[in-house]
């Protein structure tokens, strides 16, 4: 759903800003389209350390916008079946039709799709978004699985009262910690999941949500200022040793995770507290983003394919070729959003089709309100 007065676009636009580096890493990356596909010296390898942490921020953004749009419905009746259907309703209709389009160029090239991953692509697990060892069909869908698995644990929070929302993630960050140390490195997909530490991201995305309908939003210059400037650290930190990987699950919990947590903060504060206003065109952007998410990685190869054979060592065509490269993913996601995504969502959370959820028990806080569409 579009973003409008009363939401929170601040969201929408980091939402944006995300999308924006998963596309940048998948073109910049060792494995990205650039080396792939595209002659000579490569040009923008660089970016693949400042756009490293796009997925670390979607998954901050996801737990602000699951705790708000919540806020009210902790203990309802009905809460958890309404809850559960409209992230099903979200997440699937569009990622199946995309995950059919993939399959069948996969059909006919295997090459073409996932080709950088060692282990297999499993179709069953790929279009139940489940876990596996390789990557799925869709290749930034590995992300929708603890995407899920956050909603999976969400809703059992939801049967509780509000208060005990904190108890229940103190308990899955347990019960994750002990699987990550008493399992982990394994080959086991699901135990890899069920340990993987990342999911404390959402976790700090909870906290911004309590912190946020709670009122308190101290110092959110300050902190989103803090934030840059500690993500600024942690990319120069990757730059020094050469590479884009993590060097720790830990770097990415409390070097980037924790830098996310503060920009997002930051920003919410800053346009709940001093009317700080995002461009329209970033908020369109994270509108838009889950198709952007979907659709750029199918895009980069076949444009990339194209672009193959066209493109000599020259750097202006290079060059040129990588912003077509780039503006093709982005604009593909925008109109599928506009075309597929938007009617999609329409006719899943009409009256005909959604459930119904007891009245709230208190009113909306503050007059402003996260979009429920937004989280992925």
Do not use: C
Request: net charge positive; glycine share 10%.
């Amino acid at each position: 759903m579009s973003a409008s007065p009363g939401k929170i676009r601040s969201l929408q636009a980091l939402r944006g800003v995300a999308v924006l580096m998963v596309v940048l890493t998948h073109i910049a990356a060792p494995f990205g389209t650039e080396t792939h596909y595209l002659h000579g010296q490569r040009v923008v390898g660089w970016l693949q350390y400042p756009t490293q942490g796009g997925v670390d921020l979607f998954f901050v953004i996801s737990g602000v916008i699951i705790t708000i749009t919540t806020w009210r419905t902790f203990g309802a009746p009905g809460s958890v079946r309404r809850f559960a259907y409209r992230r099903v309703t979200r997440i699937y209709p569009l990622y199946l039709l995309v995950t059919a389009a993939v399959l069948i160029v996969w059909l006919h090239r295997h090459d073409l799709v996932n080709s950088h991953s060692p282990y297999p692509t499993r179709v069953l697990q790929s279009f139940l978004i489940l876990p596996q060892r390789g990557d799925p069909l869709v290749a930034t869908g590995w992300t929708l699985v603890y995407e899920l698995y956050f909603y999976f644990v969400f809703g059992l929070a939801l049967l509780l009262p509000r208060r005990r929302l904190g108890w229940v993630m103190a308990a899955w960050l347990a019960i994750t910690a002990l699987i990550h140390f008493a399992f982990t490195p394994t080959s086991n997909a699901w135990l890899g999941m069920l340990g993987n530490l990342v999911v404390v991201e959402f976790v700090f995305g909870v906290a911004i949500g309590w912190l946020v309908m709670r009122g308190v939003m101290a110092a959110p210059r300050v902190l989103a200022a803090i934030g840059v400037a500690a993500f600024a650290g942690g990319v120069a930190a990757l730059a020094a040793r050469g590479s884009a990987e993590f060097p720790s699950i830990w770097f990415e919990l409390f070097v980037t995770g924790l830098a996310m947590t503060a920009i997002v903060y930051g920003a919410i504060g800053l346009e709940v507290r001093r009317g700080a206003r995002s461009p329209r065109s970033l908020v369109f952007v994270g509108d838009a983003s889950y198709s952007v998410y979907l659709i750029h990685v199918a895009v980069l190869g076949v444009i990339g394919l194209g672009l193959e054979h066209v493109v000599g060592h020259t750097l202006p065509v290079h060059v040129i070729a990588l912003f077509v490269l780039a503006a093709a993913a982005v604009a593909a996601g925008l109109l599928l959003y506009r075309l597929v995504e938007e009617p999609l969502l329409g006719a899943f959370h009409t009256r005909l089709f959604n459930t119904p959820l007891a009245a709230p028990r208190e009113p909306q806080a503050k007059g402003w309100r996260a979009d429920p569409e937004a989280a992925i």
